[in-house]
């Protein structure tokens, strides 16, 4: 009989799901994919994590009794300007429509695609979007590196480039002096106790051109593209951002 604690792939053969599953083997967890969302009652109580997109995470959640921790919906725009280094705005999608020369994003979902609009109208699909829908709209910059990391208890885990000089570049390693100045940031921000943090957490920080390091965002774990980090402390993130309600 298995006794590796599961952790519940989406059927989606994601190249982060790939790299999941590969780091799992040898551990104490083993992954599993069923050919749908549902997860089969016999496997359910011994699901400890759940790794994939947004839906299908949130399904999966609730058969297997799993609360997936994750930031507020306006937890961004909480954080002070000292750490995102630009105004961040958040509210319903209806309430923003003279927003001009902005980076808009839905809060949840891809209810559209992210991006810098001259005006609301820009938008794809404008006229059919809801109303209603979550948004944030901040401040137009230029990141020139951006930088994913995993964070358990306010404590860096592992983490990984994914842009470098404007570019798409994955790797962990950056300069020495960016990295020095990427983890005095990080630290910082990260042992603010004004600031709340969910147990596990993906931050994403970057530098901006002729600012400084700055706070992107953060993201659910169980959803978060890998990068070049290393997968076995990914995994252990995930697990620690499901936490199983008895």
Do not use: H
């Amino acid at each position: 009989m298995n006794t590796k604690k599961i952790i519940i792939l989406s059927p989606n053969f994601s190249e982060d799901s790939k790299i999941i599953s590969q780091a799992a083997i040898d551990s104490e967890f083993t992954t599993i994919r069923f050919g749908g969302w549902n997860v089969p009652t016999e496997y359910q109580k011994d699901v400890v994590a759940v790794y994939g997109e947004d839906l299908f995470t949130t399904i999966v959640a609730e058969q297997c009794s799993l609360k997936l921790l994750k930031p507020a919906d306006d937890w961004l725009a909480s954080v002070p300007t000292k750490y995102t280094l630009r105004n961040i705005q958040y509210d319903r999608f209806g309430n923003i429509q003279n927003v001009q020369n902005k980076f808009i994003k839905p809060v949840d979902f891809k209810f559209f695609p992210a991006g810098v609009y001259t005006s609301v109208e820009e938008i794809q699909g404008y006229s059919t979007i809801d109303a209603t829908i979550e948004v944030f709209v901040s401040d137009v910059v230029s990141w020139a590196i951006e930088v994913r990391c995993f964070i358990i208890d306010r404590q860096l885990q592992t983490w990984s480039t994914y842009i470098y000089n404007g570019e798409i570049e994955l790797k962990n390693t950056i300069l020495e002096n960016e990295e020095t100045e990427m983890l005095s940031f990080l630290n910082e921000f990260l042992t603010d106790k004004t600031i709340d943090l969910p147990k596990a957490v993906v931050i994403d920080v970057g530098y901006i051109s002729d600012k400084g390091w700055a706070l992107i965002e953060a993201n659910p774990v169980w959803s978060s593209g890998v990068y070049a980090c290393n997968p076995k402390k990914v995994i252990d993130t995930i697990v620690k951002s499901c936490e199983k309600v008895i």
